[in-house]
C-alpha cells in the first residue's frame, strides 16, 4: 500500500521530460530491434495466404468475407505489438486459427451444415473447361477436408496445399516436429481413404 | 526412417491437390472489397470520435424511434403496417448516417445496413431493427483516420439540413465539393416525418455525403430502399411487380442483391418452387458470396 503511493509520488515528482526521454529511449530501441510491418503492407502480401487457409480451416465460403475481416481487424490492432518473434506468416496463422475457433464456437449454436460449398472462386483466369475441373477438384478437396478431423486437417492443409515444411508447420501448431510427422501421416491417410470412398461413390453413380 | 516420409500422398491424391490448389485463391475482387470494408472496421478499432458519436447517437435514436413505435401501437393509434413503416423511416435515417461516416466502402456497408434495416424492419420487428443496426451503426469510423479513404471523405463540414435533403441532393456533386448545392426542388424521398430528435444527428452528416466519391449512390440507393421495404410489404403477387419495377429501375443497384434474394422469397411464397430454384441459380451466379445465402438454403428454391 504505501509502496504504491511511494512509486505513484515519484513518478510525480520526476521531470516530465525526463520521463519523455527515457519512454524514448526504449521505444527506438525496441523499434530498432524489431521492424514493425505496415499493416498495408502485410494486407497486401498476406491477403491471399489468409483467405486460403481461412478456406481451409473450414468456414463456410458464404462467411468467409465476414471472417477474413475480422481476421485483419484484429491483425490491425495487434500488429504494433508484433515482436518478431516469429515470421509474420507464422505470426497471422495464430491470428487466423484464433479468429476461426472464435467463429465456429459462435457457429456451433447456429444449424450448421457439414457439407462444404462448392468453390466460388473466379481466381482461375484458364480456359472454361480447365476453370471447371479446377472447380471440381478444389469442390472435392474441400469437401473431403471438411470430412477430417480439424487437427488433421489443418496440417495437411498447410503441408500439402500451402506447402509450407513440416518443420514451419509445428512451430506454426506450437507441436514438436515429430509430432508434426505423425499427425501428417495419420491426416494423410484420412484423406486418401475418403478420396477412395468418394471415387467408389462417383463409379457407383456412373457406372 | 520411412516412418516419418513426408512424401508418401499417392500420386491420384497428389494430382488431385495440385489440381485443386488455385481453387482456394480468393475471388479476385475480393482482397479490394474486404480492404474497403476493413476501412470502416479498422477506424472503429482506432478510435472514431466524431462519426462515432454520430452513429451512436444515430443507433440511439433510432432505438428510441422505435420506441416510440412501439408505444404507438400499444395505444391504439396505428395499423401494424403503420407500424413497419415508421420502423423502416427510422431505419433509413439511420443508414444514412453510416453511409456518410464510412466514406470508402460506403457502397458495401450502406447496403448491408439498408439490407438490414429492410428485412428487419419488415420481418422481425422494430426491437430487432434496433439490435442489428446497433452493430453496424456503432462501426462507422474517422473517415479521415484512413489514408484510402482521403480524397472524398476528409472534410467534415456540418452543415445542418433535413434529412430528406440530404438524401435527395443531386448526383453532378463533384466529389470534393463540400459546400452543399441543395437540390433545387429536392423530391422528399424520405419522408421527414421523422421524429425532430432525428434531424441534429442526421444533419451532422449531410455535408460528408456531399463530400463523398459516389452522389449517385446516395440518392439511388434512398430510392432503392423505398422500393424494395416497398415490395417487402406488399403481398406476394404484388410484391413480384414491385421487384420487376426495381430490377427495370435499377439493374445493378446497390440493392440489387437484396432484391434478387427477396424474389426467390417471394416466388416460394406464390408456390413458384422452379421459378424459385431458377431465380435462385441465378442469384448465386451473381452473388456467390452472399450474406443472404444461409436465409435462402432454407427456402422451397433448395430445400423441398
Known sequence: ?207 | MSDLSPDDLSSDASALIDAARGGFEPPAEAKSRLRRGLATAVGVATGAVTSGAAATSAAATAATGSAATATGLVAGGSATASVVTAAGTTATVATTSTVVGTGIGATLTAKVVVGLAVAASVAFGTVVVTNNLDGPAASVPSASAQPSVAPSAAPLAMVPKPVAEAVSVPTVIPPASVALPVAPEPPPLVRPTAPPSIVPTASLTVATVAATSAPAVRSDLAREAEMLRAALAAPPAQALALLDDHARQFPRGTLAEERDAQRVVTLCQLGRRSDAAASYTRFLSAFPASIHRARLDRTCAVTP
Open chain 1, 1 to 207: 500500500m504505501s509502496r504504491v503511493v511511494n512509486c505513484a509520488s515519484e513518478t510525480e515528482r520526476t521531470p516530465a521530460s525526463g520521463v519523455a526521454e527515457r519512454r524514448d529511449g526504449e521505444g527506438s530501441v525496441a523499434r530498432a530491434a524489431v521492424e514493425v510491418p505496415d499493416f498495408d503492407a502485410v494486407y497486401d502480401a498476406y491477403f491471399s495466404f489468409v483467405w486460403r487457409v481461412t478456406r481451409h480451416l473450414g468456414v463456410e465460403p458464404s462467411e468467409l468475407d465476414d471472417v477474413v475481416q475480422e481476421i485483419f481487424v484484429v491483425v490491425h490492432r495487434k500488429l504494433p505489438a508484433f515482436e518478431g518473434r516469429s515470421s509474420v506468416r507464422t505470426w497471422l496463422y495464430a491470428v487466423t486459427r484464433k479468429v476461426v475457433a472464435d467463429h465456429r464456437r459462435a457457429a456451433s449454436t447456429r444449424a450448421r451444415r457439414t457439407a462444404v460449398d462448392v468453390p466460388e472462386t473466379m481466381a482461375a483466369a484458364g480456359r472454361p473447361d480447365e476453370q471447371l475441373m479446377q472447380a471440381q477438384a478444389t469442390a472435392l478437396v474441400a469437401r473431403i477436408l471438411g470430412g477430417m478431423d480439424i487437427e488433421r486437417r489443418e496440417i495437411f492443409a498447410l503441408v500439402e496445399l500451402e506447402q509450407l515444411s513440416v518443420p514451419e508447420v509445428a512451430e506454426v501448431l506450437g507441436v514438436n516436429v515429430n509430432t508434426a510427422y505423425t499427425r501428417l501421416r495419420a491426416a494423410r491417410q484420412d484423406f486418401e481413404a475418403a478420396l477412395r470412398r468418394e471415387k467408389t461413390k462417383e463409379e457407383r453413380r456412373c457406372p
